[in-house]
Antibody
Framework: EVRLVESGGGLVQPGGSLRLSCAAS????????MNWIRQAPGKGLEWVSY???????YYAESVKGRFTISRDNAKNSLNLQMNSLEAEDTAVYYC???????????WGQGTLVTVSS | QSALTQPASVSGSPGQSITISCTGT?????????VSWYQQHPGKAPKLMIY???NRPSGVSNRFSGSKSGNTASLTISGLQAEDEADYYC???????????FGAGTEVTVL
């Protein structure tokens, strides 16, 4: 069974940093691309970042230069380093496994990031 | 502002069929057959319902179907049931550097 468990969310001040992690199990993590997708309170889904098995990366314009996605295939772990956080980054952040057809076929339960003074 | 346009809400009575539209451009929906649909119940993570425009993952009811014409994709729910009441999001691969775009979501209400 595929399992994705996010951690690392919390309250941070504007301008601060936070590192999210996602522990993956139930599939061959090293062979699969992964996504971070977020959802602001009461709002829709927003794709944030994508990483291939070989660590090629893509970012939404809204986070480019501030967020860094990475993975540790030996530890089956996905990470998102978030710097220079803004109030607009407040959201539930989901880790999602990429399916075979540019979709997200399994999602974690999400971790809440709140940026506020 | 979302890159894909969906109606804010759609409603129907139990047993009826409803269709949710999702309009993009030739750089996303119109250019690729990588359209997916997600169902999200309140407080829950999204669930993949349709991938590659019209394919259902294992375990998804055949009451859910997808299609595409030009720059517009559609999700149809037939035989509407109370458990179908949720938010639905479309997504597409895009040729832009951002890779993926979502719609703003459609709230489905079962009357």
């Amino acid at each position: 069974e595929v399992r994705l468990v996010e951690s690392g969310g919390g309250l941070v001040q504007p301008g601060g940093s936070l590192r999210l992690s996602c522990a993956a199990s139930g599939f061959t993590f090293s062979s699969v691309s992964m996504n971070w997708i977020r959802q602001a309170p009461g709002k829709g889904l927003e794709w944030v970042s994508y990483i291939t098995p070989s660590s090629s990366t893509y970012y939404a314009e809204s986070v480019k230069g501030r967020f860094t996605i990475s993975r540790d295939n030996a530890k089956n772990s996905l990470n998102l380093q978030m710097n220079s956080l803004e109030a607009e980054d407040t959201a539930v952040y989901y880790c999602a496994k990429e399916g075979p057809s540019a979709d997200s076929d399994h999602w974690g339960q999400g971790t809440l990031v709140t940026v506020s003074s | 502002q979302s890159a894909l346009t969906q109606p804010a809400s759609v409603s129907g009575s139990p047993g009826q069929s409803i269709t949710i539209s999702c309009t993009g451009t030739s750089s996303d929906i119109g250019g690729y057959n990588y359209v997916s649909w997600y169902q999200q119940h309140p407080g829950k993570a999204p669930k993949l319902m349709i991938y590659e425009v019209s394919n259902r993952p294992s375990g998804v009811s055949n009451r859910f179907s997808g299609s595409k014409s030009g720059n517009t994709a559609s999700l149809t729910i037939s035989g509407l049931q109370a458990e179908d009441e949720a938010d639905y999001y479309c997504s597409s691969y895009t040729s832009s550097s951002t890779r993926y775009v979502f719609g703003a979501g459609t709230e489905v209400t079962v009357l």
